[in-house]
C-alpha cells in the first residue's frame, strides 16, 4: 500500500488513495480539513482539531484514513470486538487487529463480488458490476466467543475464499450478528449461494484473484 501523509502541526493524516470507496465521511464530516475537487492538496490538518480528525479517521470503514498524533494523545487502539459488517450489495466491512498478507490495519473494506482490481480490497467495482447480495444474511446458531477481540489473520486463498482466523463477529448491515467464530471462509468470488460464506463456487465460476 502506498500511504501519503500530510503534516500538520499537532497531527499528520495519512491517506491511501487506492483504499479508498469514497464513503465520504470524511468530506461530509469535516469539509474544512477534508476539501474535495479542490486544486492542489485537498487535505488541511492545521483547519480541525486533532480529535476532529481523530473522530474522521476513526469512521473510514476503508482504513483509507489514518493519522499520527504529535500531541502526545493515544494512537487509535484496537477494538474491543472485533468486527465485519456485511455490507449490502457491497464490500465486507472488517474493524478488527487485522493482518491482511502482512500488513497490519485496523480498518478495512474487502471485495465480496470478485469484480474488483484491487483485490482483496474494494475499489466499488460491485456498483459497475451490478453485484447484489443482501446485507441481512440469516443468523446461525452460534455460542458467545471467549475472548471477542485479539489479532486475526486474513489470508486471500489463491482463485479462492477469504480465510480468517481469530475472534470475530460476522453482523448484519444493521448489526444483528450473523455468526460468531474463530475460523471461517468467506466468499470473495461473488458466486457463492451461502454469502456471505465460502460453498466453493469459486471453482466452477472459475474465479482468478
Known amino acids: 500500500m502506498v500511504r501519503k501523509f500530510v503534516e500538520g ?3 499528520d493524516i495519512g491517506f491511501d488513495s487506492k483504499l479508498c470507496i ?3 465521511n470524511c468530506v461530509l464530516g469535516h469539509p474544512e480539513v477534508f476539501v474535495p475537487n479542490a486544486p492542489g492538496q485537498w487535505i488541511h490538518p492545521e483547519a480541525g482539531s486533532v480529535e ?3 473522530g474522521v479517521a476513526h469512521s473510514c470503514p476503508s482504513g483509507a484514513i489514518t493519522y499520527r498524533r504529535k500531541d502526545g494523545g493515544p494512537d487509535e487502539p484496537a477494538p474491543v470486538v472485533n468486527l465485519v459488517r456485511v455490507r449490502e450489495n457491497g464490500p ?3 474493524n478488527a487487529e487485522m493482518d491482511i498478507n502482512g ?3 485496523l480498518r478495512a473494506t474487502l471485495c465480496r463480488c470478485g469484480a474488483s482490481e484491487n483485490k482483496p480490497f474494494c475499489d466499488g467495482s460491485h456498483t459497475k458490476a451490478g453485484f447484489a447480495a443482501t446485507g441481512e444474511p440469516a443468523s446461525k446458531d452460534s455460542v458467545a466467543l471467549e475472548a471477542r477481540n485479539g489479532p486475526i489473520k486474513v489470508t486471500p ?3 479462492g475464499s ?3 482466523e481469530g475472534n470475530l463477529e460476522i453482523v448484519s448491515g444493521t448489526g444483528r450478528t450473523v455468526d460468531r467464530v474463530t475460523k471461517v471462509f468467506l466468499c470473495r468470488c461473488g458466486h457463492s449461494r451461502n454469502k ?4 466453493g463456487s469459486h471453482k466452477t465460476a472459475g474465479f482468478v484473484g
Open 92 to 94: 465486507l466491512a472488517f
Open 162 to 164: 477469504l480465510k480468517v
Open 9 to 11: 502541526e499537532n497531527i
Open 103 to 105: 500488513e497490519l490495519m
Open 52 to 54: 476532529a480528525v481523530v
Open 157 to 159: 486463498q489463491p482463485n
Open 22 to 24: 469514497h464513503s465520504r
Open 196 to 199: 456471505p460464506f465460502c460453498d
